[in-house]
């Protein structure tokens, strides 16, 4: 049992976050288990041997792994209970249950991802030794599913690596092992080096690949951080993490991992999350402060529409559907959930078909049997979906949302059945499905940057395919890491970063307007500015942390380094951020930067609560030099901000007979914590699991005996958490099967 994780590139399933919802998700499965995985941090130096002794005294434990940079602690296997208790020894600072990952994907067309980071304008720039910036030289570590090193675009990338799943040198992908392949670790390579008829962003890099996912894309916790161990000690340049969970917490094991990576020299680089586009949404090890988080822009792409009524509503393709190439006015019909006998009245139509009961391709061929022309597939729960088809369509297949379906139609009753189709070309705004920030706690600007993620096609094994996801979007700054890199050997991971940063470019959403720091970080890489970088500031994001207001005014200060990285003196000027009623800055003057200096300088915000009411305050500071715009995002919050007090939740049976057990993620702790059941038919309030009060953040880890439970049976339960006068919850089936007679 324990905080589900995934690879961040989406194929038929859509993510989901834990928000409040009416809808209820899938039933979990029980774990059936009785000994359980654990990462312990421990608060000194151990050796081995010395980890050994302190284990003696638990027979049932059994030490698996003992890390030696990523994270100062080991990995245990035993009970819950010996577990706890061994956690409550001297040297032992934190306990985790280890998470899984898992896979999933959906498939476009290309687009001019390289393109548009800057990436071919870089191919004609030099390196100190007079090289083309190609990467040559870097070696950039890939965690993820393995790669198929024989592939004839990566064959002279591959450097090597290991696998941690079968523990031996051999990094492959998934090959048909219980007929479950895997293809994600080869793509997010590709991505990054490809060096054949594709070429990545650095396509002379070498790539270390370490197997820490196998069958189906799975792993653990405990898998990922022997490969981050591994790799600090292989001593990469660069290493990148296509994967992460949807808890928001800065503070689990892989996120720290992640941390004590940079401090080695690395460069971590990780996918934010694919669970947008709501706020908060972040999840491990995206929330690492070190790390560079990255969040997904589209590239340009043709995206389809139709327009009914004066309304206009933007299509997404079905994996398997021919491109959708219709160029003016069509009738509209309904065609129910695509039966046969639903689908008489199609003929030379698009027909608009509810998901349910058949299967997207029944459906598909239905209405092509009937004469559609098209088929659009709107959704039967809340939100967007992304599907496959079982065989490749003949017709245009799209999806919409159930809302815009039943909108839809609801003016086919009404006899408004004419649609104009039309394709719009868009690019550089920022995915819907990219996951936002902040983070919980420390209240930090994540993603820290975008780059492209969606119809990114690369390497798979045995040939080439295009997916989305922050999965995809990560290895393009990997890439672009690895050519700063090379431009300028002497630069740290916290320079790389300020260079992306700085001068990245701020994407704007369909209305016009800047997103939000927080949903975007700067913005979107720009690899050519960032590799000629005169001036680098740094860090490159600024966070005022949290105000509690009293009635006085408060005032927060930052310092950051700025740093002339050139032999030539630069003249700085700092700009007022956009003024705020009730905020005020004190931003440092003009002055002049010598050659090769670099300066600490000191910016300070206060707010008066008497007219600032905001719950979030973000921005851009602007730094200008010879003509050239430094940005430095900024955030901070006020008291206690709408973030979700729960996530993370978890339930099955326990390890000794006649108990359960839960877990559950507390963001920021909470005033009143419980789980409430409910009958599944009636929703009658039926009792508490459990139910307390002042509980602190971070992971719950609490068993139960099974005479506190009610009855055998499936029960709706209700997790909710309240701080501050919020209150969130989870909503979620759970099957109770007891010991009992």
Same mark, same amino acid.
């Given at each position: 049992?324990?905080?589900?994780?995934l690879?961040?590139?989406?194929?038929?399933?859509?993510?989901?976050?834990a928000?409040?919802s009416?809808?209820?998700?899938?039933l979990?499965?029980?774990?059936?288990?009785?000994?359980?995985?654990?990462?312990?941090?421990?608060?000194? =130096?151990l050796?081995?041997?010395?980890i050994?002794?302190?284990l003696q005294?638990y027979?049932?434990i059994?030490?698996?792994?003992?890390?030696?940079?990523?994270?100062?602690?080991?990995?245990?296997?035993?009970?819950?209970?010996?577990?706890?208790?061994?956690a409550?020894?001297?040297?032992?600072?934190?306990?985790?249950?280890?998470?899984?990952?898992?896979?999933?994907?959906?498939?476009?067309?290309?687009?001019?991802?390289?393109?548009?980071?800057?990436?071919?304008?870089?191919?004609?720039?030099?390196?100190?030794?007079?090289?083309?910036?190609?990467?040559?030289?870097?070696?950039?570590?890939?965690?993820?599913?393995?790669?198929?090193?024989?592939?004839?675009?990566?064959?002279?990338?591959?450097?090597g690596?290991?696998?941690?799943?079968?523990?031996?040198?051999?990094?492959?992908?998934?090959?048909?092992?219980n007929?479950?392949?895997?293809?994600?670790?080869?793509?997010?390579?590709?991505?990054?080096?490809?060096?054949?008829?594709?070429?990545?962003?650095?396509?002379?890099?070498?790539i270390?690949?370490?197997?820490?996912l196998?069958p189906g894309?799975?792993?653990?916790?405990?898998q990922?951080? =022997?490969?981050?161990?591994?790799?600090i000690?292989?001593?990469?340049?660069?290493?990148?993490?296509?994967?992460?969970?949807?808890?928001?917490?800065?503070?689990l094991p892989?996120?720290?991992?992640?941390?004590?990576?940079?401090?080695?020299?690395?460069?971590?680089?990780?996918?934010?999350g694919?669970?947008?586009?709501?706020?908060?949404?972040?999840?491990?090890?995206?929330?690492?402060?070190?790390?560079?988080?990255?969040?997904?822009?589209?590239?340009?792409?043709?995206?389809?529409?139709? =327009?009914?009524?004066?309304e206009?509503?933007?299509l997404?393709?079905?994996?398997?559907?021919?491109?959708?190439?219709l160029?003016?006015?069509?009738?509209?019909?309904?065609?129910?959930?695509?039966?046969?006998?639903?689908?008489?009245?199609?003929?030379?139509?698009i027909?608009?078909?509810?998901?349910?009961?058949?299967t997207?391709? =029944?459906?598909?061929?239905?209405?092509?049997?009937a004469?559609?022309?098209?088929?659009?597939?709107?959704?039967?729960?809340s939100?967007p979906?992304r599907?496959?088809?079982?065989?490749t369509?003949?017709?245009?297949?799209?999806?919409?949302t159930?809302?815009?379906?039943?909108?839809?139609?609801?003016?086919?009753?009404?006899?408004?059945?004419?649609?104009?189709?039309?394709?719009?070309?868009?690019?550089d705004?920022?995915?819907d499905?990219?996951?936002?920030?902040?983070?919980?706690?420390?209240?930090?600007i994540?993603p820290?940057i975008?780059?492209?993620?969606?119809?990114?096609?690369?390497?798979?094994?045995?040939?080439?395919?295009?997916?989305?996801?922050?999965s995809?979007?990560s290895?393009?700054?990997?890439?672009?890491?690895?050519?700063i890199?090379?431009?300028?050997p002497?630069?740290?991971?916290?320079?790389?970063k300020?260079?992306?940063?700085?001068?990245?470019?701020?994407?704007?959403n369909?209305?016009?307007?800047y997103y939000?720091?927080?949903?975007?970080?700067?913005?979107?890489?720009?690899?050519?500015?960032?590799?000629?970088?005169?001036?680098?500031?740094?860090?490159?994001?600024?966070?005022?942390?949290?105000?509690?207001?009293?009635?006085?005014?408060?005032?927060?200060?930052?310092?950051?380094t700025?740093?002339?990285?050139?032999?030539?003196?630069?003249?700085?000027?700092?700009?007022?951020?956009?003024?705020?009623?009730?905020?005020n800055?004190?931003?440092?003057?003009s002055?002049l930067?010598?050659?090769?200096?670099?300066?600490?300088?000191?910016?300070s915000?206060s707010?008066?609560?008497?007219?600032?009411k905001?719950?979030?305050?973000?921005g851009?500071l602007?730094i200008?030099?010879?003509?050239?715009?430094?940005q430095?995002?900024?955030?901070f919050?006020?008291?206690?901000p709408?973030?979700?007090?729960?996530?993370?939740?978890?339930f099955?049976?326990?390890?000794?007979k006649?108990?359960?057990?839960?877990?559950?993620?507390?963001?920021?702790?909470a005033?009143?914590?419980?789980?409430?059941?409910?009958?599944?038919?009636?929703?009658?309030?039926?009792?508490?699991?459990?139910?307390?009060r002042?509980?602190?953040?971070?992971?719950?880890?609490?068993?139960?005996?099974?005479?506190?439970?009610?009855?055998?049976?499936?029960?709706?339960?209700?997790?909710f958490?309240?701080?501050?006068?919020q209150?969130?919850?989870?909503?979620?089936?759970?099957?109770?099967?007891?010991?009992?007679?």
């Amino acid at each position: 049992m324990s905080i589900m994780l995934l690879l961040f590139f989406l194929f038929t399933t859509q993510a989901v976050t834990a928000r409040p919802s009416s809808n209820i998700p899938p039933l979990p499965a029980l774990d059936q288990y009785s000994e359980q995985i654990a990462i312990f941090m421990i608060n000194q =130096e151990l050796t081995e041997d010395e980890i050994l002794h302190l284990l003696q005294k638990y027979p049932h434990i059994q030490l698996r792994k003992t890390f030696k940079y990523a994270l100062n602690g080991f990995s245990a296997i035993g009970s819950q209970k010996s577990l706890e208790q061994l956690a409550k020894e001297e040297p032992i600072s934190k306990l985790s249950v280890v998470n899984h990952y898992k896979v999933s994907a959906t498939t476009y067309q290309q687009g001019d991802n390289i393109k548009i980071i800057g990436g071919e304008q870089v191919r004609g720039i030099f390196d100190k030794q007079n090289r083309r910036l190609t990467g040559k030289g870097i070696k950039i570590g890939v965690i993820d599913t393995g790669i198929d090193y024989r592939h004839e675009d990566l064959r002279k990338s591959y450097g090597g690596g290991y696998d941690v799943v079968d523990g031996d040198g051999d990094p492959m992908e998934t090959n048909d092992v219980n007929g479950v392949n895997t293809l994600h670790g080869t793509h997010v390579a590709g991505v990054i080096a490809a060096n054949g008829r594709m070429k990545g962003v650095a396509p002379e890099a070498t790539i270390l690949a370490y197997r820490a996912l196998g069958p189906g894309g799975a792993g653990t916790t405990e898998q990922v951080i =022997e490969a981050i161990d591994q790799a600090i000690d292989d001593k990469v340049d660069i290493l990148n993490l296509s994967l992460g969970n949807n808890v928001n917490g800065p503070d689990l094991p892989l996120s720290v991992a992640l941390n004590n990576a940079v401090d080695h020299g690395i460069t971590a680089v990780t996918s934010s999350g694919n669970s947008g586009p709501n706020i908060w949404t972040v999840g491990t090890p995206g929330t690492a402060s070190k790390a560079i988080s990255v969040g997904a822009s589209t590239p340009t792409m043709k995206i389809p529409y139709i =327009e009914i009524g004066g309304e206009r509503i933007r299509l997404e393709p079905l994996q398997g559907s021919v491109e959708w190439d219709l160029d003016r006015t069509y009738e509209l019909k309904n065609g129910g959930i695509g039966k046969v006998e639903q689908l008489k009245n199609v003929q030379g139509k698009i027909a608009l078909i509810e998901r349910g009961e058949l299967t997207f391709s =029944e459906k598909v061929n239905n209405a092509k049997s009937a004469g559609a022309i098209a088929v659009i597939i709107y959704n039967n729960t809340s939100g967007p979906f992304r599907g496959n088809l079982d065989q490749t369509s003949t017709i245009p297949v799209m999806s919409m949302t159930k809302k815009e379906g039943e909108k839809l139609k609801k003016k086919i009753d009404k006899g408004v059945t004419q649609v104009k189709t039309l394709i719009i070309e868009e690019k550089d705004i920022l995915a819907d499905f990219s996951s936002r920030g902040p983070v919980t706690s420390t209240w930090e600007i994540k993603p820290d940057i975008l780059a492209p993620g969606v119809a990114i096609t690369s390497t798979v094994p045995r040939g080439y395919l295009s997916l989305q996801g922050t999965s995809m979007s990560s290895p393009h700054v990997a890439g672009a890491c690895a050519l700063i890199k090379q431009a300028h050997p002497e630069w740290g991971p916290e320079k790389i970063k300020a260079a992306l940063m700085n001068y990245a470019k701020p994407l704007r959403n369909k209305e016009g307007k800047y997103y939000k720091t927080y949903e975007q970080g700067a913005g979107r890489i720009q690899l050519k500015e960032s590799i000629e970088a005169e001036v680098l500031v740094y860090p490159a994001s600024l966070q005022f942390g949290k105000f509690q207001f009293s009635d006085r005014i408060h005032e927060h200060e930052a310092i950051v380094t700025v740093e002339n990285t050139t032999s030539k003196t630069k003249k700085l000027t700092f700009e007022n951020p956009k003024q705020e009623p009730g905020i005020n800055w004190d931003i440092p003057m003009s002055s002049l930067l010598r050659a090769g200096e670099k300066r600490d300088v000191t910016i300070s915000m206060s707010a008066d609560p008497k007219i600032f009411k905001k719950k979030i305050q973000d921005g851009m500071l602007t730094i200008r030099s010879d003509g050239k715009n430094i940005q430095v995002p900024y955030l901070f919050v006020l008291e206690e901000p709408d973030y979700p007090r729960v996530m993370g939740f978890d339930f099955g049976a326990g390890d000794e007979k006649g108990t359960f057990r839960y877990e559950v993620y507390l963001p920021g702790g909470a005033d009143e914590f419980g789980i409430a059941l409910f009958d599944v038919d009636t929703y009658q309030f039926i009792q508490f699991i459990d139910w307390k009060r002042n509980i602190d953040k971070g992971l719950i880890q609490q068993e139960i005996s099974e005479d506190k439970l009610p009855t055998d049976g499936l029960y709706v339960a209700k997790v909710f958490a309240r701080k501050a006068g919020q209150e969130d919850w989870i909503e979620t089936y759970l099957q109770i099967e007891t010991s009992r007679k």
